[in-house]
């Protein structure tokens, strides 16, 4: 058996399980212990991942299913559409995919939120199972159940919640990420420890060496506690009705930052300029001490996370937040931090307000 597993709960009873690993070669009993053998496969994946990683996955999932194909597309954010869904659609029904087939997203966030989203359309929702290979997707994407696309540039604004049946990381493959895509995951993980856990963000911070030599065990450590974390918020509030929303820390400013820079910068990075925008922000209110200010700006430039961003208007940003999917009766549902570890939900920041913490990270 694996040697570590956390299990998340779903609806009702029914929990589904985050293996831990350090290569692929447990994915098909995971698979089996699932009772999901004996049924068609897909292999979702993208041009990156699927020279990597493919075969590997795909020699485990053929002990356990006498059919597996895979539906390739081309890598990067801007191929998570409605296009690309209808190709994998078109892809399932010619290999005759049923109610019982089972799709696996091999890659980082897009592959699986798209995966996800198909799953969750497809026959009006089919299984599947995440294999993350990227440190953001192991950290935040692949667990929680949120799938989606983009439409015409707004991200994620097309999805449903669809819940994977098993979740499986091979920490090895993060030696394979290009270090601006390792900056992405780490800017998520402080975010995490921002919310929730002072302690964790300190630690993370402090293990800077050990992580940036990948050290296998502070990896684990690191990923794990970062899941337990989303998992307990989900439990509880498995929709985004209310605690769900304190893990969109950061990504009000940085959702609207990442398009009007057109997805040029990566969702880690603009993440991690809308943590610093919402630590200005939560100063301002004396909510946070000049010191644990620059303690989280520290945190971001340790791990190279952008501070700014150059190109951009303030009022332009503003004004993009204010089609953020998260508006609720018009109110942007802000979250600050009531000092490093505790945040919560505001709904009473004005535009001023906002203005002021975006021009501290414009350039």
Sequence with gaps: MAEQKLLVKREGDFHYPIY???DFSFLSQAVAAE?????????????????????????????VSSCVFSFVFEAGEPNKN??????????LIEHEMDRKGLLVALGG?????????????????????QVPTTLLAQV?????????????????????????RLVYMNMVSLRSLPAKEFACGMGEILKTGLICDGDFFRFVCSSQSAIEQMDIDVL????????????????????????RALLNLGHTVGHAVEKLKDFQLLHGQCVGVGLIAAAFLSMKRGLLTEQEYEEIRRGC?????????????????????KKDKKMEAGHIKFILMDGIGKSFIDKT???????????????
């Design 35 to 63: 009772g999901l053998q004996d049924r068609k496969v897909c292999i979702v994946t993208d041009s990156h991942v699927e020279p990597l990683y493919y075969t590997a996955v795909e020699t485990e999932l053929k002990k």
């Design 20 to 22: 831990f690993e350090k």
């Design 82 to 91: 409605l296009d690309t869904v209808q190709q994998l659609y078109k892809t």
């Design 109 to 129: 966030g897009v592959v699986g939120d798209l995966t996800g989203f198909g799953a969750a359309t497809y026959l009006r929702g089919i299984d599947f199972i």
């Design 349 to 363: 920041v004005t535009d001023q307000e906002l203005l002021q913490a975006i021009r501290e990270i414009l350039i």
């Design 301 to 321: 430039q340790a791990f190279d996370l952008p501070l700014s961003v150059d190109s951009l208007n303030a009022e332009d940003v503003l004004a993009a937040t």
């Design 140 to 164: 935040d994407s692949s667990v929680g159940g949120k799938t989606g696309v983009d439409f015409q540039q707004y991200k994620n604004m097309v999805g449903a919640f669809h819940q994977p």
């Design 220 to 243: 684990s450590r690191m990923i794990r506690r970062c899941c337990e974390i989303k998992a307990g918020v989900v439990e509880r509030d498995p929709k985004e009705q209310g605690e």
